[in-house]
């Protein structure tokens, strides 16, 4: 794949090795108290480095990577998929709910610093609202989504790739990841909408992602900072544009040099 695997060897002290699982300052654990367990070494799915846990809420475990920074939740606490899908139709994402279109529209606000005349949102789920307001920009638009639309070929390359509350659904993300931005031509961006977890110069916040509300949802799996969208540009060749420290960043896949060479 394009994000490359780095096999430096890596020894976490051996207090990763064990985390007492008495739920104690770190959300709804509902293990024994004053439990010891062997824990596994886990590694992160978006760079393959060593994970350490960070955390246990939500009847889940939380593991961050020393590396790229970002935060996931180990395949054994993640949802069946058919289950998935169910709480995605509960969400009004329709073009009847202004809050939802309002928070497009700031984002496209964004995009028109960018030459774009074709576009794909990837992850468009059962109504491809964002589709509807890009085309009604005269951007031609495809919507794919693996669970709603999965038959769209993806053998095109668009000025933009978009795509909006959905990484932090990726169970393989190390492999979702370049095969989305193979799909961004030369020259244009790839756009991602993904709530960043509490951070502050740089160093996650504890308490507060303690208490975060988007890590509630069962099916978000996997959480970015900017360090994170960083890392990703860097190793898929990309060049990070744009980033409000909050919810959206921009990456620019650059045009090749002149002559081929």
């Given at each position: ?76 606490f993640h949802i069946p998929q058919n289950e998935e899908v169910k709480r995605y139709l509960e969400h009004e ?33 059962y109504e491809p609202v964002l589709k509807t307001l890009l085309e009604r920009q005269g951007i031609k638009t ?81 959480f970015y900072c900017a360090e994170t969208f960083q890392w990703l540009a860097e190793n898929i060749g990309f ?23």
């Amino acid at each position: 794949g394009l994000l490359k695997q780095d096999r430096t060897n890596y020894s976490p002290s051996r207090s990763n090795d064990y985390h007492r699982a008495d739920g104690k300052n770190q959300g709804k654990s509902r293990s024994q108290p004053g439990r010891l367990r062997r824990v596994l070494p886990m590694k992160c799915p978006v760079c393959d480095f060593s994970a350490r846990y960070l955390a246990s809420g939500e009847n889940r475990e939380y593991w961050l990577c020393s590396r790229c920074l970002a935060i996931s939740v180990p395949t054994r606490f993640h949802i069946p998929q058919n289950e998935e899908v169910k709480r995605y139709l509960e969400h009004e994402n329709s073009l009847e709910n202004e809050g939802y279109v309002q928070m497009f529209q700031e984002k496209l606000s964004i995009l028109q610093a960018y030459e774009i005349k074709s576009a794909l949102d990837y992850g468009c789920g059962y109504e491809p609202v964002l589709k509807t307001l890009l085309e009604r920009q005269g951007i031609k638009t495809d919507g794919y989504d693996p669970n709603f639309f999965p038959d769209i070929n993806l053998d095109k390359r668009y000025d933009l790739v978009i795509s909006t509350e959905t990484f932090e659904h990726f169970r393989n993300p190390a492999q979702e990841i370049p095969r989305i931005a193979d799909r961004v031509a030369p020259g244009g961006v790839l756009a991602i909408m993904t709530r960043f977890y509490p951070a502050k110069d740089k160093r996650l916040m504890p308490d507060e992602f303690v208490n975060w509300f988007y890590k509630r949802d069962p099916t978000h799996i996997i959480f970015y900072c900017a360090e994170t969208f960083q890392w990703l540009a860097e190793n898929i060749g990309f060049k990070l544009v744009f980033n409000n420290e909050y919810d959206f960043v921009v990456l620019r896949k650059p045009r090749p040099a002149a002559g081929g060479n």
